[in-house]
């Protein structure tokens, strides 16, 4: 079997061209074999090895193993299952689909195909949230009693999906899935009641809070939007300290400040290449090497709380 991973993108999305096409080409057992676009005569010329005019033919091409999919968020269940019908092993951007029972679907063609499909939070794979990890593993916030975390960006694009309700749009499934996947992170579980409240523009919510309580007690809230100046913040507060991460969702070098009866220490974070790390993660299993992959169920649970806040809305 070779060392080297051949992948296929199915759109020519920003964030593929962007973010993902140029981290598969920095990752050592990755490669950008080819890329479907239905504007095929927008794609450069000679940065891959083949180009499609469409996305099934790209599916139908057995040099590729594993495959993108950065579609709109209504498109994302459909492609991901005909990607996995077709042998692929699929990396679909977040969220994985509209509702839990999408992910579920996909989760089981997964397992008939017996082909590996990921969620793409890319930030899990930096040193930030090794840090935080860490701190969590050490005790030393005690029992953990609130967590809050924000993510939140002005959008200036005019004509973007992100306004489009019937493409999956809005603040939540854009950026608010990220504090939720935060927060499942943490704990691990699902809340036991949810309560939001929520700003809309053109149908879609652009302005959005929810707060998560769990079966001990401890209080969730996430905050999301882009009609605002940017936040990109996280707290997590337990009895005995509290640990304040800055940008938690990007992969810059920075500092986190972990509060005790001690007083503050400084927690350094160097920089990762979160994007690349994935790919490289994702190539890794794919070839039977060891990696660390965001499991399914992890996948499913975050896309549960989703539902919970559309539905308290």
């Given at each position: 079997?070779?060392?080297?991973?051949?992948?296929?993108v199915?759109?020519?999305?920003?964030?593929?061209?962007?973010?993902?096409?140029?981290?598969?080409?920095?990752?050592d057992?990755?490669?950008?074999?080819?890329?479907?676009?239905?504007?095929?005569?927008?794609?450069p010329?000679?940065?891959?090895?083949?180009?499609?005019?469409?996305?099934a033919?790209?599916?139908?091409?057995?040099?590729?193993?594993?495959?993108?999919?950065?579609?709109?968020?209504s498109?994302?269940?459909?492609?991901?299952?005909r990607?996995?019908?077709?042998?692929k092993?699929?990396?679909?951007e977040?969220?994985?689909g509209?509702?839990?029972?999408?992910?579920?679907?996909?989760?089981?063609?997964?397992?008939?195909?017996?082909?590996?499909?990921?969620?793409?939070?890319?930030?899990?794979?930096?040193?930030?949230?090794?840090?935080?990890?860490?701190?969590?593993?050490?005790?030393?916030?005690?029992?953990?009693?609130?967590?809050?975390?924000?993510?939140?960006?002005?959008?200036?694009?005019?004509?973007t999906?992100?306004?489009?309700p019937?493409?999956?749009g809005?603040?939540?499934?854009?950026?608010?899935c990220y504090?939720?996947?935060?927060?499942?992170?943490?704990?691990?579980?699902?809340?036991?009641?949810?309560?939001?409240?929520?700003?809309?523009e053109?149908?879609?919510?652009?302005?959005l809070?929810?707060?998560?309580q769990y079966?001990?007690?401890?209080?969730?809230?996430?905050?999301?939007?882009?009609?605002?100046?940017?936040r990109?913040y996280?707290?997590?507060?337990?009895?005995?300290?509290m640990?304040?991460?800055?940008?938690?969702?990007?992969?810059?070098a920075?500092?986190?400040?972990?509060?005790?009866?001690?007083?503050?220490?400084?927690?350094?974070?160097?920089?990762?290449?979160?994007?690349q790390?994935?790919?490289?993660?994702?190539?890794?299993?794919?070839?039977?090497?060891?990696?660390?992959?965001?499991?399914?169920?992890?996948?499913?649970r975050?896309?549960?709380?989703?539902?919970?806040?559309?539905?308290?809305?």
């Amino acid at each position: 079997m070779s060392d080297v991973v051949n992948w296929g993108v199915l759109g020519y999305a920003r964030i593929a061209k962007n973010s993902i096409i140029p981290a598969i080409a920095r990752a050592d057992n990755a490669r950008v074999y080819g890329v479907a676009s239905r504007h095929q005569d927008e794609l450069p010329v000679g940065e891959w090895q083949k180009s499609y005019g469409d996305y099934a033919a790209l599916l139908a091409d057995d040099a590729i193993q594993a495959v993108y999919i950065p579609l709109p968020n209504s498109l994302h269940k459909e492609w991901v299952i005909r990607a996995l019908e077709a042998g692929k092993h699929v990396l679909c951007e977040k969220p994985i689909g509209l509702t839990a029972d999408e992910a579920r679907e996909m989760q089981q063609v997964a397992k008939q195909q017996n082909r590996l499909l990921m969620e793409a939070f890319m930030y899990q794979y930096t040193d930030r949230v090794r840090v935080i990890k860490q701190v969590l593993e050490s005790g030393e916030l005690g029992e953990l009693r609130h967590i809050n975390v924000s993510f939140r960006f002005l959008l200036d694009r005019p004509g973007t999906i992100k306004m489009q309700p019937a493409l999956g749009g809005g603040a939540l499934y854009d950026v608010g899935c990220y504090p939720v996947n935060f927060i499942g992170m943490v704990t691990g579980r699902l809340p036991v009641s949810c309560k939001a409240v929520s700003e809309t523009e053109q149908g879609v919510d652009t302005n959005l809070s929810a707060l998560l309580q769990y079966d001990d007690g401890l209080i969730a809230n996430i905050h999301c939007g882009f009609n605002a100046f940017g936040r990109n913040y996280a707290e997590i507060i337990g009895t005995k300290g509290m640990l304040v991460v800055d940008k938690p969702f990007l992969d810059d070098a920075g500092t986190l400040y972990l509060h005790t009866n001690e007083g503050v220490r400084e927690l350094p974070v160097s920089e990762s290449d979160r994007y690349q790390a994935e790919i490289r993660h994702f190539s890794s299993a794919i070839l039977n090497e060891p990696s660390r992959l965001i499991p399914l169920d992890e996948t499913v649970r975050n896309m549960q709380v989703l539902d919970m806040i559309r539905a308290a809305i």
